[in-house]
């Protein structure tokens, strides 16, 4: 009996990292399977596109220690093929005792929109880090911007149609709230871009114009600056139709803070003189 029980403690041993590394396996594979952007697409097809056209060398998978508020998994990447391992970042998913999947930290946040607002996170911060090798090209195409839809249209196309190109900066951030008791700013996507405008219309929207739009968690995207508020109302070709009385008091505010001459020279005299 005293062989007996020693074999099956051994074997009970023995067979225990095999169980933990099948366990390890099914929740990696649940994390692929079942989480989704909001779009619909999965962390690995995600993963793919973005490394066609950011800083971006998939390393793997893992699964970390169970806490009482749920199981972590854990994907690693680097920037650069031959980065050493303290040189990695990971993105987390936390699967909780509920069934929910949170994915984290916040400058993967993006992801959740979908492969293109994440490819364009992660290159604006190559612009910023200075790295070589940036895709300006992918930053700068209307296309991938489409994600942002407004009550006219997806944003990408209206800018098109408007014939605006995207300089820079141009930011894509997800923006958690510092504390529960924040009622302001916070727990929110935003996109923010300068834009130039081959169209009639003021100077301070059509030549280095301010586009920002939020999205808060559960909700549509809300225009937050002045040009965004035009974008998501008036279709193109009629952004600059309609006057705006708050447009009105803040420029004209802003002329009598700087003297009316040097305000005229930056093409901020009147929100309606359609001028080039």
Request: glycine share 8%.
């Amino acid at each position: 009996m005293m062989s007996l029980a020693r074999t099956m403690v051994a074997l009970s041993l023995a067979l225990s990292p095999v169980s933990a590394n099948a366990d390890e396996a099914a929740t990696i594979a649940r994390v692929k399977s079942t989480w989704r952007a909001q779009n619909g697409e999965t962390a690995e097809e995600i993963f793919g596109k973005v490394a066609k056209v950011a800083h971006f060398f998939p390393r793997g998978w893992e699964v970390g220690q169970k806490t009482d508020s749920g199981e972590p998994v854990f994907f690693s990447w680097a920037k650069n093929r031959n980065d050493k391992t303290d040189d990695e970042y990971t993105i987390a998913w936390e699967v909780t005792p509920d069934g929910a999947i949170k994915v984290g930290p916040p400058y993967a946040k993006p992801m959740e929109l979908g492969w293109q607002a994440f490819a364009l996170s992660l290159i604006a911060s190559e612009v910023t880090d200075g790295e070589k090798g940036v895709k300006l090209r992918f930053l700068h195409d209307p296309a991938n911007f489409n994600f942002v839809r407004t009550a006219q249209g997806k944003l990408g196309d209206l800018l098109r149609r408007g014939h605006c190109t995207i300089g820079d900066p141009v930011g894509v951030d997800y923006l958690p709230k510092v504390d529960e008791k924040q009622t302001a700013k916070g727990d929110l996507w935003r996109v923010e871009m300068s834009v130039n405008c081959d169209i009639p219309g003021p100077r301070y929207f059509t030549r280095d114009g301010i586009i920002i739009f939020e999205k808060p968690e559960g909700r549509d995207w809300e225009p937050q600056s002045f040009f965004a508020k035009r974008i998501a109302t008036y279709a193109p070709g009629s952004w600059f139709d309609h006057p705006d009385s708050a447009e009105q008091e803040i420029f004209e505010a802003a002329r009598k803070a700087q003297g009316g001459a040097g305000m005229q020279t930056q093409g901020l005299q009147s929100p309606f003189l359609k001028n080039r």
